[in-house]
């Protein structure tokens, strides 16, 4: 008998402890995602000129990690891999998307946000999608279908493409906002609506001059890239543009304080057009694009505010990154780099935007949870790409084989071992190998420069390129020809992490 009630009480003591290891966490998330922030761009990244002190609080109350990458020097590429785990090079048509084009990621594919609901949260998008919405013949004066809702967002308030690009409205929950039946949305990428204006030969109604493309349909004095012609109601009016998102992902975090939810906050800024509110324009000496980044601090800020009004600092993990690195002329001319000054956006590294240099992809990357993650800085080699493997651990959801590597102890300061490896992708597809201290650029036609005026190396070159990254941040010292057999090494591993993930 005394036999059987030890059994019993070691059955249950066994259970209770698997019970404990078993208990499922499920803090809410938010990942704020900034459009072409550069690592040198925040102060607690190094910058001195340029004031962020919200980023700072996220960096400096969580882990600030220096090694963490976008997997693309691209906005929609680096989009794609965060929300479905694979790098963007696997999916041709994971490219920088026209607004019209339709959505790039399968409606069958187990994504982030799916993963997330199947987990109990109820999920939502606010800001710049850029994934492709619609199935490419979208009559915008109806719902638009496959999109946000289609990958697994329960909410979504998003702008289909970029800033830049038309159709210039806000798409809630796949229909326009704001349209009225009698000025039908169109929308085309091949030829202008007659008698509607461009900046090409409207110049005089434009607030900002074009300095490469943009010089289409006109919205708010802006011309853009593609043609637009009615829905005058629904268009956005840039300098608003901010206020507008913040007030949509406040509403979402109210709506669902009392359940966990997942919020992908998806900034448009510093992207051009930089157009701030008045409120910040001129604030910060470093023209329209230091001002835009001042516009997205604040509205960090009025975030993490909510959040501790509504109790949900200590219930909450905020991850902060950005989609791509820096560029000042990206086709406006609104005095970027004459106002640079001492300011640094792409910190100690070479390139920038669309760049296989170090400057294209390697971005800040900080992770908050009040009250779990003590706050320090990370050297571990991290990619965004894992986010997707790391949530999945925390809500003890399983996924598919991806390139999505579980990194949940790194993001939680537990682990200081990332990544062994990564592949960084540059313009058009073309790869590179960041693996240990070392990064290696297959050779590459294409040009130096991207072809269409933009400042920023495109990392190409006929010759094989090898970097130790750690002594030789800014990229000068070309070392393949002095070690061979790293480059073979380094070939065989590029070539290896793209047959399989
Ligand atoms: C480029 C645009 C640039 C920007 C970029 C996409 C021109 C000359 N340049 O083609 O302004 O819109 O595409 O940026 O049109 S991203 O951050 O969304 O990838
Ligand atoms: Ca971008």
């Known amino acids: 008998m005394k036999k059987y009630l030890l059994l019993i009480v070691a059955i ?23 459009d072409d922030l550069g690592f040198g761009d925040v102060g607690a990244y190094g910058s001195t000129v340029l004031k962020t002190p ?21 906005c929609t590429p680096s989009r794609y891999s965060l929300l479905t785990g694979h790098y963007p090079w696997r999916n041709q048509g994971a490219q920088v998307l026209p607004g019209d084009a339709p959505l790039i990621i399968s409606t069958t594919e187990t994504t982030l946000p799916k993963m997330m609901q199947n987990a109990g949260y109820t999920t939502g998008v606010v800001g710049k999608w850029h994934l492709g919405m619609g199935d490419g013949r979208t009559d915008w004066n109806q719902k638009v279908s496959p999109g946000a809702s289609e990958v697994g967002f329960d909410y979504s308030y998003i702008m289909a493409a970029t800033n830049d690009r038309v159709p210039n409205v806000f798409v809630k929950n796949g229909q326009v906002e704001g349209l009225e039946k ?54 956005w009016v840039d300098e608003e543009m901010a206020d507008r998102f913040l007030v949509e992902a406040k509403q979402f975090i109210h ?26 324009a001129g604030t910060t000496g470093l023209g329209a694009r230091g001002d835009v980044i001042a516009e997205a601090d604040w509205s960090i800020g009025e975030l993490l505010k909510t959040l501790k009004k509504k109790g949900l600092m200590e219930n909450t993990i905020i991850i902060f990154s950005s989609d791509n690195g820096p560029v000042l002329d990206d086709g406006y001319m609104d005095a970027a780099a004459e106002k640079i000054g001492g300011h640094t956006p792409w910190g100690p590294f070479r390139g920038g935007k669309y760049s296989l240099y170090e400057a294209g992809t390697r971005v800040p990357f900080m992770v908050m949870w009040k009250g779990k993650i003590v706050p320090q800085e990370s050297e571990a080699l991290i990619s965004q790409v894992d986010i997707m493997a790391s949530l999945a651990a925390l809500t003890n959801q399983s996924i598919p084989k991806s390139d999505s590597k579980n990194m949940l102890d790194v993001m939680l300061g537990e682990n200081s071992h990332g990544r062994n490896s990564l592949v960084m992708e540059g313009l058009r597809h073309k790869v590179a190998l960041r693996k240990g201290d070392w990064v290696f650029i297959p050779a590459y036609k294409g ?19 090898l970097f130790n990254i750690k002594n030789d941040p800014k990229q000068k010292t070309n070392l393949a020809s002095k070690y061979p057999n790293k480059v073979e090494e380094m070939k065989k591993r590029l070539a290896q992490e793209q047959i399989e993930p």
């Open 182 to 235: 009698s000025d039908p949305l169109e929308v085309s990428y091949r030829k202008n609506f007659e008698g509607e204006p461009t900046g090409k030969n409207n110049p005089e109604l434009l607030k900002v001059m074009y300095s490469q493309g943009h010089d289409m349909s006109i919205n708010n004095g802006v011309s853009r890239i593609g043609f637009q012609k009615g829905g005058k109601s629904a268009q």
């Open 12 to 34: 249950t003591f066994t259970c209770s402890l698997y019970a404990i290891e078993k208990k499922v966490e499920t803090p809410n998330v938010i990942i704020i995602y900034a």
């Open 447 to 465: 040009g130096k420069k991207p072809g269409w005026g933009v400042d920023v190396e495109t990392g190409f070159s006929l010759k094989e390129q």
């Open 255 to 280: 709506r669902n304080a009392d359940h966990p939810f997942f919020l992908l906050y998806a900034l448009h800024q510093p992207h051009v057009p930089r157009i701030p509110h008045p409120r910040f």
């Open 54 to 74: 919200n980023m700072n609080r996220i960096a400096n109350q969580g882990i600030r990690f220096t090694n963490g990458y976008a997997t693309s020097a691209t």
